[in-house]
């Protein structure tokens, strides 16, 4: 089947996401005119309305509503692909948690491409509830994710630590919480209130602790912070906490630390022209891993 003209789609799919000529015209860099005349094709190439024209303004036909949505999916796909060829031997593109980010990843990204001129790596640290990417629509070459390895079959992926929970305090409350930890607010870093019930329950620890009051926050970061300043007690990530124990900003109260069974995993899509580079960062990454625990630290699985 012979196609209409690109350009001609491509003025259309942005007169109909931006409901207007001139708009569209500006974005596209061309006279509203043009646009006019790209419309004009196409409604003569399909034969039948892809706009109603009501004076300046225009408003999509049913028929130009659908051919417009499976052009913009159409034209991302295109763009993604151009991306991939573009930046595949210079630049890796990385989505990160905000948290893994600021414990551990900012710095040693810094040290990687200071030593590598390529692959140059850009990081996208977001807030995600359940670690996920979408690597069909999400910018992204690779990703550091939490989970169990299993994140979808067009994906593989390498390990690079665990993860494992442990109460984190002011230094300053240290002796107060082991004395009575019911006495002190728990600080709570995901609204599901899951990373305590999970220490609590493979300990055997404080069985009556109620773990229903609290502060509440969206990550283990916040957590951390609060935690620092003596708002309360919160659950941490061992490794991701070790630098600011280490340096006397938060202390742990208690031996024990959970292994979740999640891990935290580099994810990119399958046959991707980038792997070479990702082979490179893994093991940038997993050679630089927090791994001396504090001292009498027991880990359970």
């Avoid at 949505?69 to 990385?94: D, P, V």
């Avoid at 390895?149 to 002011?170: K, M, N, R, V, Y």
């Amino acid at each position: 089947m012979v196609l209409p003209p690109l350009y001609a789609l491509r003025a259309f799919e942005a007169a109909e996401r931006f409901g207007s000529f001139s708009k569209a015209a500006a974005y596209l860099n061309l006279s509203p005119s043009a646009i006019s005349h790209h419309i004009c094709t196409l409604e003569d190439w399909f034969e039948c309305k892809l706009f109603i024209r009501k004076g300046p303004k225009v408003e999509s036909t049913n028929v130009g509503k659908v051919l417009a949505e499976q052009l913009a999916e159409g034209f991302r796909c295109i763009e993604h692909a151009c991306n991939i060829l573009q930046s595949n031997s210079r630049e890796l593109r990385l989505k990160a948690p905000s948290t893994l980010t600021m414990r551990w990843l900012l710095e040693v990204l810094k040290s990687f491409n200071e030593l590598y001129s390529t692959p140059k790596v850009g990081i996208t640290s977001v807030w995600m509830d359940v670690d996920t990417v979408d690597f069909s629509n999400e910018p992204y070459d690779c990703a550091i994710l939490l989970g169990h390895g299993q994140f979808g079959p067009e994906t593989d992926c390498l390990a690079l630590f665990d993860e494992f929970l442990i109460p984190i305090c002011s230094p300053k409350l240290t002796h107060q919480v082991l004395s009575n930890i019911a006495e002190f607010e728990l600080i709570h870093p995901s609204p599901d209130r899951r990373d305590w019930r999970r220490w609590l329950k493979k300990t055997g620890h404080h069985s009556d602790l109620n773990i229903s009051y609290g502060k509440v926050f969206d990550t283990l970061e916040q957590g951390n912070l609060a935690a620092m300043s003596g708002h309360g007690v919160s659950i941490g990530d061992l490794l991701l906490s070790l630098e600011s124990i280490n340096s006397g900003l938060l202390d742990i109260p208690y031996r024990e630390a959970v292994a979740t069974g999640d891990s935290y995993y580099l994810v990119w899509p399958k046959n991707s022209l980038c792997k070479d580079n990702i082979e490179v960062l893994h093991h940038w990454l997993k050679d630089r891993i927090p791994s001396e625990l504090p001292k009498g630290v027991k880990i359970l699985r």
